[in-house]
């Protein structure tokens, strides 16, 4: 993982990694895709996985728990 400000700088990140990418690598559906976060930008990429996973799992429950970020109240009745 790594956290790259600018849309721009990403693509460019994104084009270096796949260059380095093995074509076996791509066949098997190793991908590389961006995500808008609220991560800093050049933060060390164990911490910004860790935080991404925890906020992926917290996302997760509040959706298995029937809360949402458009709906934080619950489901409709």
Same mark, same amino acid.
């Given at each position: 993982?790594?956290?790259?400000?600018?849309?721009?700088?990403?693509?460019?990140?994104? @084009? $270096?990694?796949?260059?380095?990418?093995?074509?076996?690598?791509?066949?098997?559906?190793?991908?590389?895709?961006?995500? @808008?976060?609220?991560? $800093?930008?050049?933060?060390?990429?164990?911490?910004?996985?860790?935080?991404?996973?925890?906020?992926?799992?917290?996302?997760?429950?509040?959706?298995?728990?029937?809360?949402?970020?458009?709906?934080?109240?619950?489901?409709?009745?």
């Amino acid at each position: 993982m790594e956290v790259i400000k600018g849309r721009h700088n990403a693509e460019t990140a994104v @084009k $270096k990694l796949e260059a380095c990418q093995s074509p076996a690598d791509r066949h098997e559906g190793w991908r590389y895709f961006f995500e @808008k976060t609220e991560l $800093k930008a050049g933060m060390n990429p164990t911490e910004a996985t860790k935080l991404r996973q925890e906020h992926l799992e917290d996302r997760e429950l509040k959706e298995q728990n029937g809360t949402s970020a458009l709906n934080p109240t619950g489901p409709a009745e």
